[in-house]
């Protein structure tokens, strides 16, 4: 019997898995190396070998496994401006970290794929067709493939998403249709703000303005709801 929880944020770093696994007999030594799951089309590799205790109850040895997403890689790759030249062996022209262009957004996608597939990752990326098409300048100074694609958000505010192996750059399967209101009824009850340079958590939008919120919201006085 096994049962597993999938942590993951929205455009953050690569997803765990965490299972429990409870077996007749004890596994300590019976995990190798490159042990991996698959979930939602990716591969999720076996992080460390996992700890076990025996329960007298369920007369079952209980492991404790984590399994991290094969997207670790894109955190540990640099991103390299891979210029594609038209000989048979498909040699890189130039292969530079740090480099700068302007462009839009199909044309960053396509610089990414030159260097994923330069580097062996098997990793498609597709830009979705709902997406502007607007040339910005972008610069990378010896950075890892996920932080370019944090970069091209920075740069262009067009989010980006997983499905499998794809890296897919726009809103099509990437919206969140729940509102959030104020207030303890209403789910959201405070926004705080992390220092910059720090690692994503999630994205939150924003409507309205101090001009159309009353001042006490969500209470309307200071002393909160009147009971007539």
Same mark, same amino acid.
């Given at each position: 019997?096994?049962?597993?929880?999938?942590?993951?944020?929205r455009?953050?770093?690569?997803?765990?898995?965490?299972?429990?696994?409870?077996?007749?007999?004890?596994?300590?030594?019976?995990?190798? *190396?490159? $042990? &991996?799951?698959?979930f939602?089309?990716?591969?999720?590799?076996?992080? +460390?070998? !996992?700890? %076990?205790?025996? /329960?007298?109850?369920?007369?079952?040895?209980k492991?404790?496994?984590?399994?991290?997403?094969?997207?670790?890689i894109? *955190?540990? $790759? &640099?991103?390299?401006?891979v210029?594609?030249?038209?000989?048979?062996? +498909?040699? !890189?022209? %130039?292969?530079? /970290?740090?480099?700068?262009?302007?462009?839009?957004?199909?044309?960053?996608?396509?610089?990414?794929?030159?260097?994923?597939?330069?580097?062996?990752?098997?990793?498609?990326?597709?830009?979705?067709?709902?997406?502007?098409?607007?040339?910005?300048?972008?610069?990378?100074?010896?950075?890892?493939?996920?932080?370019?694609?944090?970069?091209?958000?920075?740069?262009?505010?067009?989010?980006f998403?997983?499905?499998?192996?794809?890296?897919?750059?726009?809103?099509?399967?990437n919206?969140?249709?729940?509102?959030?209101?104020?207030?303890?009824?209403?789910?959201?009850?405070?926004?705080?703000?992390?220092r910059?340079?720090?690692?994503?958590?999630?994205r939150?939008?924003?409507?309205?303005?101090?001009?159309?919120?009353?001042?006490?919201?969500?209470?309307?006085?200071?002393?909160?709801?009147?009971?007539?």
């Amino acid at each position: 019997m096994a049962t597993f929880k999938y942590s993951a944020k929205r455009m953050g770093n690569a997803p765990i898995i965490s299972a429990t696994i409870d077996f007749p007999r004890c596994l300590d030594s019976e995990w190798t *190396e490159g $042990v &991996y799951v698959e979930f939602r089309g990716e591969k999720f590799f076996l992080k +460390d070998i !996992p700890s %076990s205790s025996y /329960s007298n109850t369920s007369c079952l040895y209980k492991h404790t496994a984590e399994f991290v997403s094969e997207r670790t890689i894109l *955190e540990t $790759v &640099y991103f390299f401006d891979v210029v594609k030249t038209d000989a048979t062996d +498909d040699k !890189p022209v %130039s292969n530079n /970290s740090t480099f700068s262009f302007s462009g839009n957004l199909r044309q960053f996608a396509q610089r990414l794929q030159r260097s994923m597939y330069w580097s062996g990752i098997d990793y498609t990326v597709v830009v979705d067709s709902d997406v502007p098409l607007e040339d910005k300048f972008n610069e990378f100074n010896d950075q890892f493939i996920f932080d370019a694609l944090k970069s091209m958000y920075d740069t262009y505010g067009i989010p980006f998403y997983f499905k499998g192996k794809e890296i897919h750059i726009g809103y099509a399967d990437n919206l969140v249709t729940t509102p959030l209101e104020y207030g303890v009824d209403n789910s959201l009850i405070s926004i705080k703000r992390n220092r910059e340079n720090s690692s994503i958590i999630n994205r939150v939008t924003a409507r309205g303005s101090e001009r159309n919120i009353t001042y006490y919201y969500p209470n309307p006085t200071p002393k909160g709801y009147v009971s007539v």
